[in-house]
């Protein structure tokens, strides 16, 4: 079975950093794509940023460009997304998602096939 769990997430001030991680167990492909979404309540949940199995391709909301970043260690198969200059609007909960399937949009949250269960970002101005 395979699991997905979220860290990092917590309160920040607005221009303050946070750095999430994902951490991948159970029967996954270590070069697996990978993505992170967020999700505020009454909005349907929005692609933030995707890295390629290889890692060697990138994917970021117009709205996180030049703030975010995304990696991904393959051997210990761990997402991270460096988040820095954090606004208010970044307030959600975030979510890790695996497995993006052939075809599928980096940013469709129904286009992976694993997801995890959120961590809270909460950012105050």
């Known amino acids: 079975q395979v699991k997905l769990r979220e860290s990092g997430g917590g309160s920040v001030q607005a221009g303050g950093s946070l750095r999430l991680s994902c951490a991948a167990s159970g029967y996954i492909d270590n070069a697996a794509s990978m993505g992170w979404f967020r999700q505020v309540p009454g909005k349907e949940r929005e692609g933030v940023s995707a890295?390629?199995?290889?890692?060697?391709?990138?994917y970021y909301a117009d709205s996180v460009k030049g703030r975010f970043t995304i990696s991904k260690d393959n051997a210990e198969n761990i997402l991270y997304l460096q988040m820095n200059s954090l606004k208010p609007e970044d307030t959600a909960v975030y979510y890790c998602?695996?497995?993006?399937?052939?075809?599928?949009?980096?940013?469709?949250?129904?286009?992976?096939?694993?997801g995890g269960q959120g961590t809270q970002v909460t950012v105050s101005s």
């Open positions: 890295i390629s199995s290889d890692g060697s391709t990138t």
């Open positions: 998602a695996a497995v993006r399937t052939i075809g599928g949009a980096w940013d469709q949250w129904g286009d992976y096939i694993y």
